[in-house]
Structures are given as structure tokens and as C-alpha cells.
């Protein structure tokens, strides 16, 4: 697991997006939280460039222990319960007794 700080800071070259952002809170009437929109269009960036192969790659890394749930979240959504909800669902099946099926 990472035990790299969450406090940790991404830097890029902002360029016209900070003068965007400047702008638009320079306009906007109480100002605009640019750290806050930051965040989140990271977060919707990093959930579309995922493919479903990414998906079950980065689960398996978190149920290794090797990713943190709260980085498995960021990158999964709702769809972390969902996976979750699937993999308890499969082991009770897995667990319940087929005898009565069998001919």
C-alpha cells in the first residue's frame, strides 16, 4: 500500500487554465474553489480513461492490500460497492449447497 501523504500536491503547467479559472473567479458572484473543481475534474479524467481491464486491475490491487480504499474509490465510484456487492454475492453462491440439483 502507499503510504505516500494524502496531503500530497499535483503540479502541472496550468497555463490558460489558471487564467480561466482567475477569470471565472474574478466574475462569479462568491468566487470559485479552482482546488475543488481541480479535484473533481481529476477524478471524472481518471474514471474515463479507465477500461474495464483497468477496473478489475486496480480492485485486485486494493484486495492485495496494495492500493488504498479511499485511491480504489477515487478511481472506481459507485462501482466499487457494486464490484464488492458482486464478489460477496459469487461466494455465497459458491458456498450454498447444490446437492439438491444434481440428478
Do not use: C, W
Not at 30 to 45: C, D, H, K, P, Y
Not at 86 to 101: G, K, L, N, Q
Amino acid at each position: 500500500m502507499s503510504q505516500e501523504s494524502l496531503d500530497d500536491t499535483i503540479k502541472f503547467r496550468a497555463g490558460p487554465l489558471k487564467e480561466a479559472a482567475t477569470e471565472l473567479d474574478s466574475v462569479h458572484l462568491g468566487g470559485i474553489n479552482v482546488s475543488e473543481l481541480a479535484r473533481e475534474g481529476l477524478t471524472q479524467m481518471l474514471r474515463r480513461a479507465m477500461t474495464d481491464d483497468d477496473k478489475i486491475a486496480i480492485y485486485e490491487r486494493y484486495s492485495a492490500g496494495e492500493l488504498s480504499e479511499d485511491a480504489a474509490r477515487v478511481l472506481l465510484g459507485d462501482e466499487f460497492d457494486l464490484l464488492q456487492e458482486d464478489i460477496d454475492a459469487f461466494r455465497e453462491a459458491t458456498d450454498d449447497d447444490t446437492s439438491d440439483y444434481l440428478v
